[in-house]
């Protein structure tokens, strides 16, 4: 009996050092809040409550040398205007696509500098790969983001703090306006998502680099002339995030 109870208690001063051991910056598993609390204070957007005609077309994981001309090329032939959270090795690789992107029109945003996992990563992390990409714009283009999206759309407290406090504004995208593009999962697929969710104020989550896939590129084709058609415009977040409308319930919390 006398061992039984010894192998309990030295079972349990093992758990309890694991727990101890385990690094306090580590990221959590989960978020610790939901959408309602972070959207009413504005820390994150997901869509623009508007009462204007405006969709937000966004990019991930670019530039690239080829889907991301291709892209420009067919936004100019609309006259629509996009967000690209790009990344910034990628940036070093084609500065000149970025510098095209802002001369333009659109706009240029944070998306990390490798595309990690951001809850394996420590603040100090995290913070790396949100001014290395920072800095690699500049170096590009003489201007540095004021949006940031992070890989995956992952978020914690931490990291929301971290995004005020290089001024950055944390936007993900709608939540039925996600194409999964990256998946490649077929032309009309991704162009039925767009069409049979628009509506005004939305943020769509697309990519301008997916290997060796053009099907992000073929769907604009479907979905820029018939939102024309519908009589939506197609803006930058930061224009979209100028024609909110507030809620009622809308927390406004200073800095």
């Known amino acids: 009996m006398r061992l039984k109870t010894a192998s309990c208690i ?62 420009l090329d067919l936004l100019s032939q609309y006259h629509a205007k996009a967000t690209f959270f790009v990344v910034g090795d990628r940036v070093e690789r084609y500065p000149e696509i970025v510098r095209r992107e802002l001369a333009e029109g659109h706009e240029v945003a944070n998306h990390s500098y490798t595309h990690p996992a951001f809850q394996r990563l420590s603040s100090g992390s995290m913070e790396e790969e949100l001014n290395r990409t920072q800095e690699a714009v500049f170096k590009a283009t003489g201007t540095r983001p004021i949006l940031f999206r992070p890989p995956g759309g992952y978020y914690n407290e931490r990291l929301i703090s971290l995004s005020k406090l290089h001024h950055l504004q944390m936007v993900l995208w709608s939540w039925h306006q996600d194409t999964k593009d990256w998946r490649s999962p077929g032309v009309q697929v991704i162009a039925n998502k767009v069409l049979d969710n628009a509506r005004s104020g939305d943020i769509v989550l697309m990519h301008d680099f997916v290997h060796r896939s053009s099907q992000t590129y073929e769907a604009l084709r479907i979905i820029l002339p018939e939102l ?28």
């Open 10 to 71: 030295a079972l349990c001063l093992s758990f309890t050092f694991l727990i101890q051991s385990v690094p306090t910056d580590a990221a959590p598993a989960a978020n610790l809040r939901g959408r309602e609390y972070y959207e009413e204070r504005g820390d994150i957007v997901w869509e623009v409550p508007t009462e204007e005609k405006y969709i937000a077309l966004t990019f991930d994981d670019g530039p690239d040398e080829k889907q991301t001309l291709l892209i």
């Open 228 to 255: 024309k058609r519908r009589g939506y415009s197609l803006v930058t977040v930061s224009e979209l995030l100028s024609h909110k409308v507030a809620p009622k319930n809308h927390i406004k919390v200073s800095y």
